[in-house]
């Protein structure tokens, strides 16, 4: 943490020397000529990514390296994905384009590798998903023994000890294979260091269901398992498992979550095989399909489940976490005893140090309307508790706050924004069959409040922080790791029917997959939430600067639009670099610039409450009602993956 907090001083530091120094564009400034600045129009970002794409234990005729490369992006234009719900496609202003390096191991890095895997390995029973591939009819082995390897320590052998030429503070991705070897032991990945913060449930402990076969995206300074440096890794392994998480034991069942829909996995490594689930000839093309729909997709550079602009163009620069508690279990102070802020907080200002963040709370009765609408949301009831509105029930808890807010929000001028989460503890909380959601407005697709549940049924396993980092970060943007946005084909998918595999993406080391072995976002979201930062305050610099320009007194932010003008050249040139802490401290110097522009010639700059706009009877956009299966929706029950064992 206190390297974290260096690092975010150093940059802060550089932007206020740059802000200092840099001498102003000409007098043509104020006429609006520049080079970054680009007033009323989008950010404009562009990198081209570094991805290393390692074998190791897989020879080349295993996996065709033209067939493996033919089905990557050469693209991608992340999109506001909750829109997307609303028929609306809005681009952030961020062009990627790919520079694929594909690696096979030699012989002789791959005998220290497997030596470390065997050294590693400690003797298991048989995991229930093992002995449940051995009891199907069309299974090609038995698996006859088991042994545990500890993920982490993987995760930083392959990121301290890549094969040469390969730089692991790139994006990359180690495929394993270590099935076929003489020192070959059927094995899974644990990770069992972190259990849940309010109730103890040790989920890498207790369940069967988080045996891996994949792992990485450690920052260095994770306070269990840090890395010390600046690292991108993750390694999936065919050869471990069989494992519950993707179904990947199942060789019996076409379709495995009742859609009737074969739903497409990739199966053990020598499931590969004549007979077996899947021709030796798939293998390149899945390995391929895991590159870019999990790797490049979900953990590298994904797409933002909501805008990074909370309320543009005014964007805020404190953030106060404003918990409400709905108290209606006797005799349980939930808010004390489900909730430790300070873990929220941390999390949350590593996941985006642009924000100064806060956090305070107060208990509410759950009675009256409260708790009329509550009910009625329920999906026992799922009836409307404002049917004047034309509102859906699902919106019942989103009226009912958004009618009453301002007997929540107590920050008025102490911070630039209240991120209002509403936690509902109730003896029946379980049976919404929903750990909590980041909900919308149901008009735009914009974010509007967190809620989150809790019931004694669900603190058996779960208390109420980790629900609100994890939904705080997809109101902040963050998507989960097991869903996302195919720019190239313009398709947004989850894991089900031909992406079912995508539940791989969750066995990384963040808040927002739902395996629940850790409580920290990963380096790949830091990544994007700096990169989505970045081209935020860029396009809203541009959106202010546009008014400032039409303003008689433009000329009194010459000088502040030139020196904009200048960081943010210095912050897309960090950003090609892949600096992008860097460039988002130096686009948000840029946006700081323009808006003391603003304030010198008298330019108003007011933040959109889209959020949590309640529309008039009768209107066209109350009826567009969000889909209640939405990505930011947080299943916990039948079929999910979190009731698992």
Known sequence: MRRRLLAVLSVGAMVAALAAGVAPASGAAAKGSYRHLDPGGPARFREKVPVNLVFVGYERDQVRKQRFLAGLPSRYQPVNRNRLFYGVTERLGISYSYDYDVTYASSGYERRFFSTLSKLAEPAPLTELQQAYNDQQHNVLEVTDNHHIDAPTVERWLA?????????????????????????????????????????????????????????????????????????????????????????????????????????????????????????????????????????????????????????????????????????????????????????????????????????????????????????????????????????????????????????????????????????????????????????????????????????????????????????????????????????????????????FAWSGDQSNTMMSYIDLNWDFSQFDRDNMNRYMAAAFSHNANRIAADILADPDAGRAADELGTADSLLGAAKAAFRGHRYLAASFLAKGAYDQVRKGARQAGVPVVGSTDGWQVDEPGSDAAAAAKLEDATTIDHLGPRSHRLRD
């Open 160 to 500: 301290d000890h890549p094969p040469a030429g390969v730089d692991t503070r790139q994006n990359t991705i180690f495929f394993v294979n270590w099935y076929g070897r003489p020192d070959f032991k059927f094995h899974v990945y644990t990770k069992t260091d972190e259990p849940d913060p309010d109730t103890g449930f040790n989920f890498g402990v207790e369940t069967q269901s988080r045996k891996l076969i994949a792992w990485g995206g450690t920052t260095p300074d994770d306070e269990e398992n840090g890395l010390g440096r600046l690292r991108r890794v993750w390694f999936y392994d065919l050869s471990a498992g069989p494992e519950s998480w993707t179904d990947n034991w199942n060789v019996d069942d076409a379709d495995l979550d009742g859609d009737d829909v074969p739903d497409y996995r990739m199966p053990p490594i020598w499931e590969y095989t004549k007979g077996g689930f899947r021709a030796p000839s798939a293998l390149s093309g899945d390995l391929g399909k895991v590159a870019r729909y999990v790797g490049v997709n979900l953990l590298f550079t994904t797409s933002p489940s909501y805008s990074p602009s909370l309320t543009p163009p005014d964007l805020p620069h404190t953030v106060n976490i404003d918990s409400n508690t709905y108290e209606a279990i006797p005799g349980v102070n939930a808010s004390r005893r489900y909730i430790k802020p300070g873990l929220l907080l941390q999390e949350l200002s590593e996941l985006q140090p642009t924000t100064r963040f806060s956090y305070d709370n107060q208990d509410l009765p759950l009675t009256g309307q409260a708790q009329q609408c509550y009910d009625l949301w329920l999906p026992a009831q799922d009836v409307p508790c404002y049917p004047d509105l034309d509102y859906p029930a699902f919106a019942n808890l989103f009226l009912f706050n958004a009618l009453n807010l301002e007997r929540t929000q107590d920050d008025a001028g102490r911070v630039d924004y209240e991120l209002p989460n509403f936690n509902y503890a109730t003896t029946n909380a379980e049976e919404s069959g929903l750990l909590g959601y980041a909900d919308d407005n149901y008009r735009t697709g914009t974010q509007s409040f967190v809620f989150s549940f809790v019931s004694p049924a669900i603190a058996e396993n779960y208390g109420l922080t980790t629900t609100m980092i994890h939904e705080d970060g997809h109101h902040l943007a963050m998507s989960h790791p097991h869903d996302g946005y195919d720019s190239q084909t313009g398709v947004d998918y989850e894991p089900t029917g031909p992406y079912y």
